[in-house]
């Protein structure tokens, strides 16, 4: 039986075996000798927003999104997002444990790309994007953790790895109206560390990062392909109206994949 059941049935918490801790309220667990993640919703501010952009990803699928089987309680009563099992784990460690070619490099650029254009072609801000949301499965890239992800030129509350926080966002406040120009500028960064495989700003702490970044410093090219560096520096520039839509990033992504 194929998880596609789950979407209708009246499955329970209790119904998954061997639950297993792979991150804070995360579990691996079992059903019907299939393997699924179980994430507990918290965040009793976001949790509302969150199911509604799961409701929307849930009833369009995309194949670089993680997939959503179904919403349910736990024993406490906390709600409980039931999802795919990703078996490459996240893209961070996929980089570090793999010798990459460019060719592949660039696939993993445009399936993150692609992913992130349904996002935003559907009024979703991720708001939380780097290499640590982003699973490997069977090679393809799927996003995922949209517990603080919201809706296109929403309030909400800025979260996430400094590195890969827009410094736009960096206000007192901590509220900012979110639009995709956000995501394109963690999205930069998640570029670069594909190019480099390496962590932005490795060795600095989070507050020096924020400072750096504030004052225009960024992480030096990979010298990978120069077209591939200048679009995430483009992506990353200071002035969020420079950064390209997704759309124009995926142009200059195919067309870099076609002259190799």
Same mark, same amino acid.
């Given at each position: 039986?194929? #998880?596609?059941?789950?979407?209708?049935?009246? %499955?329970?918490?209790?119904?998954?075996?061997?639950?297993?801790?792979?991150?804070?309220?995360?579990?691996?667990?079992?059903?019907?000798?299939?393997?699924?993640?179980?994430?507990? =919703?918290?965040?009793?501010?976001?949790?509302?927003?969150?199911?509604?952009? %799961? &409701? *929307?990803?849930?009833?369009?699928?995309?194949?670089?999104?993680?997939? $959503?089987?179904?919403?349910?309680?736990?024993?406490?009563?906390?709600?409980?997002?039931?999802?795919? $099992?990703?078996?490459?784990?996240? =893209?961070?460690?996929?980089?570090? &444990?793999?010798?990459?070619?460019?060719?592949?490099? !660039?696939?993993?650029?445009?399936? %993150?790309?692609?992913? !992130?254009?349904?996002?935003?072609?559907? &009024?979703? %801000?991720?708001?939380?994007?780097?290499?640590?949301?982003?699973?490997?499965?069977?090679?393809?890239?799927?996003?995922?953790?949209?517990? $603080?992800?919201?809706?296109?030129?929403?309030?909400?509350?800025?979260?996430?790895?400094?590195?890969?926080?827009? #410094?736009?966002?960096?206000?007192?406040? &901590?509220?900012?109206?979110?639009?995709?120009?956000?995501?394109?500028?963690?999205?930069? $960064?998640?570029?670069?560390?594909?190019? @480099?495989? @390496?962590? #932005?700003?490795?060795?600095?702490?989070?507050?020096? *990062?924020? *400072?750096?970044?504030?004052?225009?410093?960024?992480?030096?090219?990979?010298?990978?392909?120069?077209?591939?560096?200048? =679009?995430?520096?483009?992506?990353?520039?200071?002035? #969020?109206?420079?950064?390209?839509?997704?759309? *124009?990033?995926?142009?200059? !992504?195919?067309?870099?994949?076609?002259?190799?």
């Amino acid at each position: 039986m194929r #998880p596609q059941f789950l979407q209708n049935a009246k %499955i329970k918490y209790h119904d998954f075996s061997n639950r297993v801790e792979i991150g804070i309220n995360v579990y691996k667990a079992r059903y019907n000798d299939e393997i699924f993640v179980l994430k507990e =919703l918290n965040n009793s501010k976001k949790i509302q927003n969150t199911l509604e952009i %799961i &409701n *929307i990803l849930r009833d369009i699928p995309h194949p670089n999104i993680v997939k $959503f089987y179904a919403v349910v309680n736990n024993s406490f009563g906390n709600i409980v997002l039931v999802m795919k $099992f990703a078996e490459g784990g996240n =893209l961070r460690q996929y980089l570090k &444990n793999d010798n990459l070619q460019i060719i592949k490099k !660039l696939k993993i650029a445009k399936d %993150i790309t692609e992913g !992130l254009k349904f996002l935003h072609d559907n &009024n979703i %801000i991720h708001c939380d994007m780097h290499t640590e949301n982003i699973l490997v499965h069977k090679g393809r890239m799927l996003l995922t953790d949209f517990d $603080f992800s919201t809706f296109s030129n929403s309030e909400s509350e800025v979260h996430g790895i400094a590195a890969f926080i827009d #410094p736009c966002a960096q206000t007192f406040s &901590n509220k900012i109206i979110f639009t995709t120009k956000y995501d394109i500028y963690a999205l930069g $960064f998640i570029l670069w560390e594909i190019s @480099s495989c @390496s962590k #932005p700003f490795d060795g600095k702490t989070p507050l020096e *990062i924020i *400072i750096l970044t504030q004052d225009g410093v960024r992480e030096t090219a990979s010298e990978m392909l120069l077209e591939y560096d200048n =679009l995430y520096k483009k992506c990353w520039d200071k002035d #969020p109206v420079k950064r390209p839509e997704t759309n *124009i990033i995926l142009e200059i !992504l195919n067309d870099i994949f076609e002259k190799i």
